[in-house]
């Protein structure tokens, strides 16, 4: 967001940046990132240097593209984490808040609660109701099923926080008193069902590690795409999986933009299907 300011011993960012280019005699910059990298790898593009870029985040939120590498490993992770938590869920009869990575999406969440059978699932993009979330767990108990899984995301949102203007909730959020959202939701849910209830963030082991099979040949198909446009000499685009084929994608397209879940997709419907809640 600073980029184009200069710090304070007057350092351009930017032009430093640009003569760094020409002084090393520089093709072509190619750039691996998420979100905030695009933004500043376009900002280099308009700037006049040749630029390509892969899409390199576990969120799977880069716009013009279905997949990023380091989604699937971060899923296969989460996946795991919520799996373990299973056993001693289900034989000390608890309620398990597994808090999964993700912001201000919650692509994650979604797909390794549904693949580590998640009662719950709380996402970022569709505010939840507490009362509902008790009502699953209540009724889960009733039905003879004395433990409950709740996947949750870091950018979880209640019904209520949704409803504050965006400096509301940053002020509430610096005076919130629990570690993180899952707490939050634990101790609201202790209060509501009198359930002993459990948090495990598996946090960053979602970052790291070998990244699974399907990453890595995801990633060999962008980077040899990536070295086509290069060899080509054409710049200022992603390499994108669009339709299942990588494609290039105006850099000018991704930048700035976010790839949310959808309410309304089929990933979501079926989920509901199964029985998973979504907390509304």
């Known amino acids: 967001k600073k980029m184009r300011i200069p710090d304070e011993n007057g350092l351009d960012k930017v032009k430093a940046m640009k003569n760094n280019y020409r002084k090393y005699k520089l093709d072509c910059l190619v750039v691996l990132g998420g979100n905030g990298t695009h933004k500043t ?17 576990i969120d799977n939120d880069l716009w013009g593209t279905e997949m990023t590498f380091g989604f699937q490993s971060a899923v296969d992770i989460a996946t795991d984490t919520i799996d373990r938590i299973h056993t001693t869920a289900s034989s000390h009869s608890r309620v398990f808040i597994i808090e999964v990575m993700g912001h201000k999406v919650g692509h994650v969440t979604l797909q390794s609660g549904i693949a580590g059978g998640a ?10 109701d ?7 767990v209540e009724n889960r108990f009733a039905a003879g099923k004395k433990f409950s899984i709740i996947a949750v995301a870091e950018g979880a949102i209640s019904k209520e926080d949704a409803k504050l203007k965006k400096k509301q ?4 959020l610096a005076e ?9 939701i634990a101790a609201a849910l202790e209060e509501k069902t009198n359930r002993e209830i459990r948090v495990t963030v598996p946090g960053h082991t979602q970052r790291g590690g070998a990244p699974c099979a399907y990453d890595r040949v995801l990633a060999t198909r962008v980077g ?3 070295a086509e446009l290069i060899l080509n000499k054409e710049y200022g685009y992603m390499v994108g999986i669009v339709d299942g084929d990588t494609k290039k994608v105006p850099l000018s397209e991704v930048a700035g ?5 959808d309410p309304k997709c089929q990933m979501i419907k079926d989920a509901k299907t199964i029985g998973i809640s979504f907390g509304e």
Do not use: F
């Open 119 to 128: 009662d719950v699932i709380l996402l970022p993009e569709i505010p939840y």
């Open 130 to 136: 507490i009362d509902k979330v008790a009502e699953v």
């Open 169 to 172: 909730y940053k002020a509430k």
């Open 176 to 184: 919130r008193r629990y570690p993180s959202v899952a707490y939050e």
């Open 224 to 226: 040899a795409y990536a």
């Open 257 to 261: 933009k976010l790839k949310y879940v």
């Open 41 to 57: 790898a376009n900002m280099l593009r308009e700037e006049g240097l040749n630029v390509v870029t892969l899409p390199k985040t």
